[in-house]
């Protein structure tokens, strides 16, 4: 069964930086594609950053030059590197893939709070 694990979210400063992590329960490169999403209270969950697997990579513009996605294929993790954080950045960070037969797998979400 597929399974994807998040975590790192936390209560941080204006200014600071977090790091999430995406374990997945079997080999990423299962996925054509995986991303970080992100949804607060009322909202429609949107995309944070991506890579596809012939490694096209994207990011909102919201969140360009503070936010860096990778991969660790050895480890089967996908990580979000958040610098530079605002408050308008908390919400609950989702880890999402697609495999090749456009199946969709998330997982349980972490809080990433921004708050002095």
């Known amino acids: 069964q597929v399974q994807l694990v998040e975590s790192g979210g936390d209560l941080v400063q204006p200014g600071g930086s977090l790091r999430l992590s995406c374990a997945a329960s079997v080999t990423i490169s299962s996925f054509s594609r995986m991303d970080w999403y992100r949804q607060v209270p009322g909202k429609e969950r949107e995309l944070v950053a991506g890579f596809t697997s012939v490694g096209i990579t994207m990011y909102a513009d919201s969140v360009k030059g503070r936010f860096t996605i990778s991969r660790d294929n050895a480890k089967n993790t996908v990580s979000l590197q958040m610098n530079s954080l605002k408050p308008e950045d908390t919400a609950v960070y989702y880890c999402?893939?697609?495999?090749?037969?456009?199946?969709?797998?998330w997982g349980q979400g972490t809080q990433v709070t921004v708050s002095s």
């Open positions: 999402h893939g697609q495999t090749r037969g456009l199946y969709n797998y």
